[in-house]
T-cell receptor
Framework: SAVISQKPSRDICQRGTSLTIQCQVD?????MFWYRQQPGQSLTLIAT?????????ESGFVIDKFPISRPNLTFSTLTVSNLSPEDSSIYLC?????????????FGPGTRLTVL | LAKTTQPISMDSYEGQEVNITCSHN???????ITWYQQFPSQGPRFIIQ???TKVTNEVASLFIPADRKSSTLSLPRVSLSDTAVYYC???????????FGAGTILRVKS
C-alpha cells in the first residue's frame, strides 16, 4: 500500500491570497486525485492528475481556481487561488495502485485550510 | 454513476455487531461495491470490496444479495475505536473515479 504525506497539515490564510498544498507518495503511481471535504460534509473530487498530461477537472472546478502540477510519478501540488472563506475545507490527495481491490485508493491525511 | 443511500447515523455499544445497509438501485453490471472508513482528521481508508454474494476479511464482512441493489457492511464486535464515518461507493464502469455519498456516522458507546 502507498504511504502519502501532505504539506502543510493546516494553514490559516487571508482572503485573496493563495495556498499551495503538496502531496508526496512513497512509490511511483500513475493516477493521483485531489478531493475537497467541506466542514461536516463528504468528499468531493476536484480533479484527476496524471503525470505527463493536464489535470482533468470535475464539474464545478476550474483550473484558474485550482491549478494542479504533476511533475513526476511521486509528487503533485494543488493550489487554491484567490481564497475566500468558502474555500475553508480539508483538501486531500489520494493515489490508486498497490491495493488489493479494484480501484482502491489510498488517501493522505489532508490539509485543513481556514480562510479569514 | 450509481447513487447510494445510507442511514445518516447509527449508534451502537461496544461488543455488538453493527450492520450498515447501503441502497444502490441503479448499480451497473460492471460496478463493484466498496466501503471506506474515515476517522476524524484522517483521510478515508479502504475496508472491503465485493461484487456479489459475501466477502469477508480481517476487518468486516460484506453481504450482497443476488439483485445487487443493496449491500450490508457488517462489523463484528465493535469497539470504541470503530467510531467513524463509513462510506458506501459503487463504481467501476466509469473507471477510477470514487464518488462519495453522505456516509454513515457510527458512534460506538461504552
Amino acid at each position: 500500500s502507498a504511504v502519502i504525506s501532505q504539506k502543510p497539515s493546516r494553514d490559516i490564510c487571508q482572503r485573496g491570497t493563495s495556498l499551495t498544498i503538496q502531496c508526496q507518495v512513497d512509490s511511483q503511481v500513475t493516477m493521483m486525485f485531489w478531493y475537497r471535504q467541506q466542514p461536516g460534509q463528504s468528499l468531493t473530487l476536484i480533479a484527476t492528475a496524471n503525470q505527463g498530461s493536464e489535470a482533468t477537472y470535475e464539474s464545478g472546478f476550474v483550473i484558474d481556481k485550482f491549478p494542479i502540477s504533476r511533475p513526476n510519478l511521486t509528487f503533485s501540488t494543488l493550489t487554491v487561488s484567490n481564497l475566500s472563506p468558502e474555500d475553508s475545507s480539508i483538501y486531500l490527495c489520494s493515489v490508486e495502485g498497490g491495493g488489493r481491490a479494484y480501484n482502491e485508493q489510498f488517501f493522505g491525511p489532508g490539509t485543513r485550510l481556514t480562510v479569514l | 454513476l450509481a447513487k447510494t443511500t445510507q442511514p445518516i447515523s447509527m449508534d451502537s455499544y461496544e461488543g455488538q455487531e453493527v450492520n450498515i445497509t447501503c441502497s444502490h438501485n441503479n448499480i451497473a453490471t460492471n460496478d463493484y461495491i466498496t466501503w471506506y472508513q474515515q476517522f476524524p482528521s484522517q483521510g478515508p481508508r479502504f475496508i472491503i470490496q465485493g461484487y456479489k454474494t459475501k466477502v469477508t476479511n480481517e476487518v468486516a464482512s460484506l453481504f450482497i444479495p443476488a439483485d445487487r441493489k443493496s449491500s450490508t457492511l457488517s462489523l463484528p464486535r465493535v469497539s470504541l475505536s470503530d467510531t467513524a464515518v463509513y462510506y458506501c461507493l459503487v463504481g467501476g464502469e466509469y473507471g477510477n473515479k470514487l464518488v462519495f455519498g453522505a456516509g454513515t456516522i457510527l458512534r460506538v458507546k461504552s
